[in-house]
């Protein structure tokens, strides 16, 4: 069964819960363009996050997800709040979400965890998860290390859920590529950066749309929370200290607040600007609807060809 199918929505594309850029408006267009919208938690506080499920609803009467960044220093509160405000779909990121999911689970939440490994697949699977989104570390932001090739044809012989691939897929070609590996749908994330309703500066859309193959990098590698950023002054700066042995604390000045100033302010010098290794492929703003129509007619195509 596809993920459209098990969803009830139109298309099998689910859209990455990027933190400070996946506001309830933008989750309300995704949703109202036929994928699963979701509003990334990461970066607002628990205030902001009921205000955006509350905006979300007004907006669209589709479903919704909310992706909780579970390395937010509010985790646990907006895990409850989810719990309490009617959400019916939740994903999650950057941790382990199993102390949650009983709780989620007794309000008939549906639980998409993002994994990065089959261990964490099998444990959330246990828990009762609905479905793994198996994220490969070609991803923006917070990554793992398996590659998406090598990650999704592994969940899906560990677990007997739905599992749906991200990381590097951008067309209809990764979709079809998604479903030779056994996905269900796709999640997607960078390519939506560059489209007319994502929230972000036109300096980071602009950004993503000029990068190239090799334009990405990792950044802190080695203090253990890998994230992949687009290459620029600060985040070249940032992995040579790191490679410097430079310390925490050092470090913290080219993060803190990095990302909301490349998503608001658009400083494309300073600003933490996370995209995947798929922003190559993306070469130009189109409208989310545009997006998800080629994306879904494209996949067929192939899948014909082939
Ligand atoms: O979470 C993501 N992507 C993200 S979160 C984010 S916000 C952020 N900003 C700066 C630093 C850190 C986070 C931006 N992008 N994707 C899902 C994902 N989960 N990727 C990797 C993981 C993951 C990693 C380790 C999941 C579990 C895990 O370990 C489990 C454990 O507790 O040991």
């Known amino acids: 069964m596809k993920l459209n199918e098990i969803l009830g929505i139109k298309y099998p594309f689910i859209q990455g819960g990027m933190a400070n850029i996946a506001t309830g408006e933008f989750a309300a267009a995704v949703s109202n363009a036929g994928a699963l919208g979701t509003i990334g938690a990461g970066g607002m506080s628990v205030e902001t996050l009921e205000e955006n499920i509350a905006v979300c609803k007004k907006l669209t009467d589709k479903p919704f997800a909310v992706n909780i960044m579970l390395m937010h220093p509010q985790a646990d509160e907006m895990a409850h709040l989810v719990a309490e405000c009617g959400v019916k779909i939740v994903a999650t990121g950057a941790g382990t979400p199993t102390k949650y999911m009983d709780m989620w689970k007794e309000k008939g939440i549906k639980i998409f965890p993002v994994v990065a490994n089959v261990a964490l697949a099998k444990k959330v699977e246990k828990c009762g998860a609905d479905g793994v989104i ?39 070609r990764g ?71 430079a310390g925490k604390m050092e470090l913290e000045k080219y993060t803190l607040g990095s990302l909301r100033k490349a998503v608001f302010d658009g400083n494309t010098k300073e600003g933490s600007l996370m995209a995947g290794q798929i922003s190559g492929l993306v070469n130009e703003i189109r409208p989310l609807g545009e997006i998800f129509e080629k994306m879904q007619k494209e996949a067929a195509q192939v899948i014909a060809a082939l």
């Not at 991803?139 to 999704?152: F, I, N, Q």
């Not at 334009?215 to 590698?221: E, H």
């Open 134 to 172: 198996a994220e490969g570390t070609e991803s923006g932001g917070h990554v793992g290390e398996a590659t998406t090739m090598a990650l999704v044809p592994q969940v899906v012989d560990a677990v007997n859920i739905p599992v749906i691939a991200a990381g590097g897929i951008a067309d209809g």
């Open 175 to 245: 979709v079809a590529a998604a479903y030779a590996l056994g996905a269900c749908g796709v999640q997607v994330g960078t390519v939506l950066l560059a489209s007319d309703e994502c929230p972000i500066h036109e300096n980071y859309k602009e950004a993503v749309v000029k990068a190239k193959d090799s334009s990405t990098i990792v950044t802190g590698r080695i203090g253990g929370t890998p994230v992949r950023v687009l290459k620029n002054p600060m985040s070249r700066e940032y992995v040579k200290k790191e490679k410097e042995g």
